[in-house]
């Protein structure tokens, strides 16, 4: 009798977590398309988990980072999250199978200001230049 709460229960929160974590890249999205941007991708989660020795403890934390990929003037620019916490900020170019870092991590771009940035003479990911196409949307 006992296994079956146990079972039950465990059924339950994992129902809860994987719909928490649904939600949490649902409000991502609609972050996102709230900021203009009108074709994001499909939302993935990534975990990590760190565990640190302090004295005789070990600490173990976790964390989740939202992600979406949306095209911006011929660009794949794939925005993160921290699961849970306001703001996100522009991660990485996808381009030709790479996905090299964005310098300087903006945060909380709009669309308009994707595209002052995509313009603009600041650093770029190597790879930018193969992308990036003025003139479309």
């Not at 039950?8 to 809860?16: E, F, H, N, R």
């Not at 003037?73 to 921290?82: I, N, P, T, V, Y």
């Not at 990485?92 to 669309?111: A, I, S, T």
Request: net charge positive; with cysteine; charged share 30%.
């Amino acid at each position: 009798m006992k296994r079956r709460i146990v079972s039950v229960l465990l059924a339950l929160g994992c129902a809860a977590a994987l719909s928490a974590c649904a939600s949490n890249e649902d409000k991502f999205v609609s972050e996102l398309k709230a900021a203009g941007f009108s074709n994001p991708g499909e939302p993935s989660t990534e975990k990590s988990k760190k565990s640190k020795k302090v004295g005789k403890r070990t600490i173990k934390s976790s964390s989740s980072t939202i992600e979406v990929v949306v095209r911006v003037k011929g660009c794949d620019l794939e925005f993160a999250k921290s699961s849970g916490q306001s703001g996100y900020w522009l991660d990485e170019l996808h381009v030709k199978g790479q996905e090299p870092d964005w310098p300087g991590y903006p945060e909380n771009l709009n669309r308009d200001q994707v595209v002052k940035l995509l313009a603009d003479n600041s650093a770029k990911p190597d790879g930018f230049k193969d992308c990036y196409k003025p003139n479309e949307s």
